[in-house]
């Protein structure tokens, strides 16, 4: 008999966000009237812009003509696509990144995920908690995170960063060194971020300690306080050290678009092996590149009128985080995030459990949002809502919380 992976069957439950439309699902079977606020999952709302939309036309017709049409893409990504995003988001910041350490890929997601097979089998992982879920989830399909321990809802082989009110969602150093630090910032899910004289400290500790630390910027385009950096190449010798993750789902509104991109700069070396070339390995073996049409709208979205659009959908969202923040505080709610970022993280009320909080809000305020403790241990008695609803919906939302 063929054995399966049981590192798969280690993990407890579902996927958070299957487990959420799950619920949310039988719950409007038996309401068929209920009219559901969607602010769990975080995916965008507004329409892909004019600019984006008129450069996948375009590449849409190229497809259709012999002259121009376009079999496999480059595994790494068109070289148009990997010099603008050197150019148009690396430049500005004053970061090297050559067009050669950017790898384009269907998105962050996967990346995220994918990223660990670059690490050692044995490799200690150390996640801030709460945390996007896939860090700690590919891991364990990869039969790095030991066992799951029930009561504390924690692995055994994982290191866990608390990231609470308590010490004003900035981690601390462990006591234990890891191998692999993943940093998401800003933060999914809290909505808070460092500052870059906070970040430089763990780029130090990472130089300082031999690790890699996994930055996941997918959030970047929502900062909106200087003293906060957009990149973690900003920091002083993050080359040697440091992989970033990119997103187009965020900023650009592309989650059902897919695209998105990795920088593995070709400083980092360990024992002579190049991440940059492991991972340009598995680019080459897995990945047949994302779709040519993709690409060239990616592109667009560095145009002087994309940027422009960009800017406009940005703060749209950015507009709702406000009204959620504000009304939730009106409200009484220890409320966190939502300045720099498109989540807004709340104390839930009267010491009710995340989930406890969740199913109030579904069943008497019809609205849904993400339990805290979907995130890991710490974040348990939190809850986040997100801020790419409608505008119009997201009043509602508040409305019916305030009341
Ligand atoms: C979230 O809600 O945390 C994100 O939308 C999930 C993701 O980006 O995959």
């Known amino acids: 008999m063929y054995k399966v992976n049981e590192n798969y069957l280690k993990l407890p439950g579902s996927y958070l966000f299957s487990t959420i ?20 999952i975080g995916d965008v709302t507004r329409p892909i812009t004019k600019t984006v939309i008129e450069a996948m036309h375009k590449a849409v017709d190229e497809m259709g003509n012999a002259d121009t049409f376009r079999g496999y893409a480059p595994d790494l ?13 690396y430049e500005p910041l004053s970061v090297k990144v050559d ?37 700690v989830d590919s891991n364990v399909m990869a039969g790095r ?25 900035v981690p601390a150093f462990p006591e234990e060194r890891p191998d692999v630090i993943y940093l998401c910032l800003p933060n999914n899910p809290t909505g808070t971020t460092l500052k870059k004289e906070e970040l430089q ?30 990149s973690i190449y900003e920091c002083d010798n993050a080359r040697n050290c440091a992989i970033e993750i990119r997103s ?18 070709k400083d980092i070396k360990n024992d002579g092996a190049s991440l940059h070339d492991m991972w340009a390995r598995r680019h080459g073996t897995k990945f047949n590149g994302a779709p040519y049409i ?33 009304g939730l505080k009106d409200a009484g709610y220890d409320v966190y995030g939502g300045v720099n970022a498109p989540y807004i993280w709340l104390k839930t009320p009267d010491n009710m459990t995340s989930w406890e909080f969740f199913d109030y809000l579904l069943k008497e305020k019809n609205i849904v949002g993400t339990p805290g403790s979907g995130f890991g ?12 609803g409608t505008y119009e919906n997201t009043l509602k939302a508040l409305e019916r919380i305030k009341k």
């Not at 990504?77 to 988001?89: D, Q």
């Not at 780029?203 to 900062?223: H, P």
């Not at 993709?294 to 406000?322: H, P, T």
């Not at 241990?377 to 790419?388: D, M, N, V, W």
């Open 21 to 40: 439309a799950k619920k949310v699902s039988e719950y409007s079977e038996s309401n068929k009237d209920a009219d559901i606020i969607r602010l769990g």
């Open 77 to 89: 990504g068109y070289s148009f696509l990997r010099e603008t995003i050197s150019k148009k988001v």
């Open 99 to 135: 067009p050669d350490e950017i790898f384009v890929s269907d998105g962050a997601k996967s990346d995220s995920g994918n990223i660990q097979e670059l690490f050692g089998a044995d490799n200690k992982i150390a996640v801030t908690d709460p945390v996007y879920p896939v860090y």
């Open 145 to 169: 995170c030991g066992t799951y321990d029930k009561d504390t809802e924690k692995w055994s082989n994982v290191i866990y960063l608390p990231c609470t009110a308590e010490n004003g969602f």
């Open 201 to 230: 400290k763990w780029v130090d500790y990472a130089n300082e300690n031999g690790c890699l630390i996994i930055f996941d910027a997918a959030y970047e385009a929502y900062i909106s306080e200087s003293d906060v950096p957009h």
């Open 248 to 265: 187009f789902s965020k900023n650009a509104g592309f989650t059902g678009v897919r695209l998105g991109y990795t920088v593995v700069p």
């Open 294 to 326: 993709i690409q060239r709208a990616g592109e667009a979205v560095y145009s002087e009128d994309g940027q422009k659009e960009v800017k406009e959908l940005i703060s749209y969202y950015m507009r709702n985080a406000k009204v959620i923040r504000e």
């Open 377 to 388: 241990p710490s974040g348990e008695g939190y809850f986040r809502l997100t801020a790419f």
